[in-house]
C-alpha cells in the first residue's frame, strides 16, 4: 500500500506537498473496516481509498505523473549518457534550477519502507531506502553522487539480521553511473535470493504492486489478459454486460505472421518499443489496438493479438473490434483488471476515473472495489471531477484530497479533513460551491458572456 508521497520541484509542484493517505486519528471516523486496513507494528491505518479533486490544470495528473515518473527510472532507467528525465516547476528561476525530489513511504508483505530520491537531469543527487521496525527508521542503503561524478554506495545494515549477498556487497562497490538509480541496478540484479528479501520487497512493491493508468492510456497487455486467464475474462464480459454496455461476450483473436513480414509492415514507433524491451518474450501494443508478442521459443514468427466484442442483435451474434466501441465502455474494460485484482494486494492508482463514463457507474466502481473485498490490503487512488462521489458513506474525510494552484502557479494538496464539516453537510454542494476551494473560478467567462452578448445586441 502507499502511505504517503511527497513531491517537491516537479512541474506543478514548487515548495514539497504529501498525499498523506494514513486514516487521521482525530477524525474518530471507523466507519466500515472497508475503508482501512492496519499498518503491521504500527498503531496507524491505511486508507483503501483516496480521490484527488481540483479544478482543470490545478496539478492532479501531475501527481500521478510524478509517481510514474519515479517508477520508470526505478524499474527502466537511464541510458548512460542520457539526461535522467526532469521537469522541474518553470515559474521562477531559482527552481528551474534546483533538483526534483520524490519520496514516498509503501507497506509490502507487511514491512514499511521509505524511499526517496533527489536528482537533477544530470546526475542523482541522493538516494535512500530505510525500514521501520517498530517506530524506529534504519536505513537499509544510501547513496550519494559527488560533484566530480563519483557514487557512493552504502549498504547501512544487514537485510532482516542476515549478511548482505557477496553479490549485493559487489554492486555496491561498483555503484551506479552518476545519472541511474542504485535501486535500477538492484532491480537488474534479477536475482531474489542475492538481493535479499527487503531489497527484494521493495523492487517488488515498484515493479507488481503498483500499477498506474493513465487518462488516455490502456491497462497494459489486456489482450493478454483476457488470452491467458479464463477467470478475468469471464469476469469482465459479466461486468460489461450488467453495465449496460451492449456488449454479450469477449473474444481474442490471435494469428502468428512471420516475423519478417511484421518487420516489414510495422511502423517506426512499433519497432522502437521492440528494440528497448528487454527479455525473451516481449509483449507490446501497437497504436491501433492490437497487441505483439514476440517470443524467442517461437523463432521466426510473432504472434498477434486483438480483442473483438460480441453484441447480440435479432437473434445474431456481431462481431466488432474493441476499437469500434464506445470510448466509455473501452474505458471501462481497461480499468476493470483492477477490481479484478482488488484481493490481490495491488496499489491502482488511475488518473481520471470517471472519464467518458456515467457518474452512476464509476460510483459503482468505487463501491465494489471497498466492499467485495474488505481488509486487503489492495488500494485505490484516483483523481476526479465527478461530485456525486463526494459522499461521506462512500469515502471517509480523509480520503477526500483537494489540488489547487496559488497566484505563483503552484499546486498544494490539502484533505477535507483539515476543513471542519457539520455531520449533515453535502460535501459535494460545499464543493461545488467553492467551499473546500479546488474549484476553477470561471467568473471571467461570464464576462466574455456579457461582452459577447452585448456585441451581438449592437449588430
Not at 17 to 44: D, I
Not at 150 to 163: E, F, I, M, N, Y
Not at 330 to 335: D, I, P, Q
Request: with cysteine; glycine share 8%; net charge neutral.
Amino acid at each position: 500500500m502507499l502511505l504517503t508521497f511527497s513531491v517537491e520541484n516537479y512541474r506543478s509542484f514548487r515548495a514539497e506537498e504529501t498525499l498523506n493517505l494514513l486514516a487521521s486519528r482525530r477524525l474518530g471516523e471507523t466507519r466500515g473496516s472497508f475503508h482501512f486496513v492496519e499498518v503491521p507494528g504500527t498503531e496507524e491505518h491505511a486508507l483503501r481509498v483516496a480521490s484527488i479533486y481540483g479544478a482543470n490544470g490545478a496539478g492532479k495528473s501531475n501527481l500521478v505523473r510524478a509517481l510514474a515518473l519515479l517508477e520508470r527510472l526505478v524499474l527502466k532507467g537511464t541510458p548512460p549518457g542520457r539526461p535522467i528525465l526532469s521537469e522541474p516547476f518553470r515559474l521562477d528561476e531559482e527552481s528551474a534550477n534546483a533538483p526534483t525530489a520524490l519520496e514516498l513511504q509503501f507497506l509490502q508483505e507487511g514491512e514499511v519502507f521509505r524511499y526517496g530520491v533527489s536528482y537533477s537531469s544530470n546526475r542523482i543527487h541522493e538516494e535512500w531506502l530505510s525500514v521501520y521496525e517498530g517506530k524506529k527508521e534504519r536505513r537499509v542503503f544510501s547513496r550519494v553522487t559527488e560533484n566530480d561524478g563519483t557514487v557512493k554506495v552504502r549498504l547501512a545494515r544487514s537485510s532482516q539480521g542476515a549478511p548482505f549477498s557477496s553479490k549485493m556487497k559487489a554492486l555496491a562497490e561498483v555503484g551506479a553511473r552518476p545519472n541511474q538509480l542504485f535501486l535500477t541496478e538492484v532491480v537488474e540484479l534479477d536475482d531474489p535470493e542475492a538481493q535479499g528479501p527487503q531489497l527484494r520487497r521493495a523492487t517488488e512493491w515498484f515493479g507488481s504492486t503498483l500499477i498506474i493508468i493513465r487518462a488516455d492510456s490502456r491497462f497494459g497487455m489486456l489482450g493478454e489478459a483476457l488470452a491467458v486467464d479464463e477467470s478475468f475474462a469471464g469476469f469482465a464480459a459479466q461486468f460489461l454486460r450488467e453495465a449496460s454496455t451492449g456488449i454479450a461476450d469477449l473474444v481474442v483473436d490471435s494469428k502468428t505472421i512471420a516475423r519478417a513480414e511484421f518487420l516489414a509492415t510495422a511502423p517506426k514507433s512499433l519497432l522502437a518499443l521492440l528494440h528497448e524491451a528487454r527479455g525473451s518474450r516481449v509483449c507490446i501494443e501497437n497504436p491501433e489496438g492490437t497487441e505483439v508478442i514476440v517470443d524467442a521459443s517461437q523463432g521466426d514468427s510473432v504472434t498477434l493479438r486483438e480483442i473483438v466484442a460480441l453484441h447480440s442483435a435479432k437473434g445474431r451474434q456481431i462481431r466488432l473490434p474493441l476499437h469500434e466501441e464506445s470510448d466509455g465502455s473501452r474505458r471501462l474494460l481497461n480499468l476493470l483488471p483492477a477490481f479484478h485484482l482488488a484481493d490481490r494486494g495491488r496499489v491502482f492508482v488511475i488518473d481520471e476515473l470517471e472519464r467518458s463514463m456515467h457518474p452512476m457507474l464509476a460510483r459503482k466502481l468505487v463501491e465494489y472495489f471497498l466492499k467485495t473485498v474488505p481488509d486487503t490490503h489492495s488500494q485505490l487512488i484516483f483523481t476526479t471531477h465527478e461530485s456525486t462521489l463526494l459522499d461521506r458513506e462512500l469515502l471517509r474525510r480523509d480520503g477526500i484530497w483537494f489540488a489547487e494552484k496559488d497566484d505563483q502557479g503552484a499546486t498544494h494538496l490539502y484533505s477535507l479533513a483539515d476543513f471542519k464539516v457539520r455531520k449533515d453537510l453535502r460535501i459535494a454542494k460545499g464543493y461545488l460551491a467553492g467551499r473546500f476551494g479546488a474549484v476553477p473560478f470561471l467568473g471571467g467567462i461570464d464576462r466574455l458572456i456579457e461582452q459577447q452578448t452585448a456585441t451581438e445586441a449592437k449588430r
